[in-house]
């Protein structure tokens, strides 16, 4: 299957959706007000009518009044022979970001460090931690450490780096879908890298605070 025709089948999926999201987005409301802490997520399993493929959809509640706009995510995870993927819409915005085999495999790795954890967990807790990310082109300072971790990927093919709340990842965009390679954890940087990538980090905390009013 091609990212182009995943892109497809995650947008169909995405529609079959509407009803079974009402219904945990009505759920979260009564959890969010019977709680007394915060920020408060929930997780909710739902698989598509036709196809069964399966969506996790968080709902964040920063403080108690953000039952009525709840901070919305989902993600998909689609098993196929070399592994799960997991594939983030942006629905308004008509991409997604597709995380293949190989990335959890260095988030295991490299983040986690936890060999018992099964693959699909490893998934739900990297999105679990997860909040966006603040990417930038990269230029050959970027490259030449992306090659340094992935010595076997030495023609692969990156286009953006990005500061996300677990690490820094690298990536490739193909037109409106975000391939995201590999993520690096910060202590694996040398000390004169890690100005350059600090300076990523700094924007994506600044951002995320502006947006959710706290730091992630």
Not at 7 to 16: L, P
Request: hydrophobic share 35%; glycine share 4%.
């Amino acid at each position: 299957m091609s990212v182009q025709e995943i892109h497809k089948e995650v947008f169909e999926d995405i529609k079959n959706l509407e009803t079974k999201l009402d219904e945990c987005r009505n759920d979260f409301k009564k959890t969010v007000l019977k709680s007394s802490r915060y920020p408060l997520t929930k997780s909710y399993d739902c698989k598509t009518r036709e196809k069964r493929n399966l969506f996790i959809v968080d709902f964040t509640a920063m403080k108690r009044s953000d039952w009525k706009k709840p901070i919305l995510s989902i993600y998909g995870i689609y098993s196929r022979p070399e592994g799960k993927y997991a594939v983030v819409p942006t629905v308004e915005m008509n991409i997604i970001s597709i995380h293949p085999p190989h990335f959890f495999k260095r988030y295991r790795e490299r983040i986690v460090k936890d060999a018992s954890i099964s693959n699909e967990d490893i998934i739900r807790q990297y999105f679990k931690k997860d909040w966006g990310f603040m990417g930038v082109v990269v230029n050959e300072e970027f490259e030449s450490v992306y090659h340094c971790f992935e010595s076997n990927q030495e023609n692969d093919k990156i286009s953006f780096v990005a500061a996300t709340s677990q690490g820094y990842c690298f990536g490739e965009k193909q037109g409106n879908i975000n391939i995201i390679k590999t993520i690096i954890s910060e202590d694996m940087l040398f000390e004169n890298q890690k100005k350059v990538f600090n300076a990523l980090k700094e924007e994506f905390n600044a951002f995320n605070k502006e947006r959710y009013g706290t730091n992630i």
